[in-house]
């Protein structure tokens, strides 16, 4: 039986992420997962195998950096992408080395998750 490819969203925010997790899921056909934490992202990660997990700089249990560090041994080529309003410069230097696709602001729409996926759909061809 084939599983619906799913995106994982990490974040403890409310309803602000409504809008960009419903046109993530109505624009990608992928299931969208939402946990609180980075300990269940981790957990998820391993069970379902995400095309790609979304998450807040700071977690209730973690730095969302450090998140990601923990999902490469999991999924080396797992596309991330970070929620954060730090200057792009600073971004890109805390985030070196980590592979991290893209960085989203902190509260993202629709319009982000738009670019998101074209973004992602560009690296999962190879372009």
Do not use: N
Not at 10 to 39: M, N, Q, T, Y
Not at 49 to 78: K, Q, S
Not at 81 to 109: I, K
Request: include cysteine; charged fraction near 25%; glycine fraction near 8%.
């Amino acid at each position: 039986m084939h599983r619906k490819a799913c995106i994982l969203v990490v974040s403890a925010a409310g309803g602000e992420l409504d809008e960009f997790c419903r046109v993530l899921a109505e624009e990608s056909g992928c299931e969208i997962l939402r946990v609180p934490d980075g300990k269940t992202a981790l957990g998820e990660a391993r069970r379902k195998t995400p095309r790609a997990v979304i998450l807040a700089e700071e977690l209730l249990d973690m730095p969302g950096l450090e998140l990601v560090r923990a999902l490469l041994p999991i999924h080396a080529f797992i596309h991330t992408a970070v929620m954060s309003d730090l200057p792009a410069e600073a971004f890109h230097e805390a985030a070196e080395g980590l592979g991290v696709m893209a960085q989203l602001p902190a509260a993202p729409r629709a319009a982000d998750a738009r670019r998101f996926l074209e973004r992602l759909k560009r690296l999962s061809a190879g372009g």
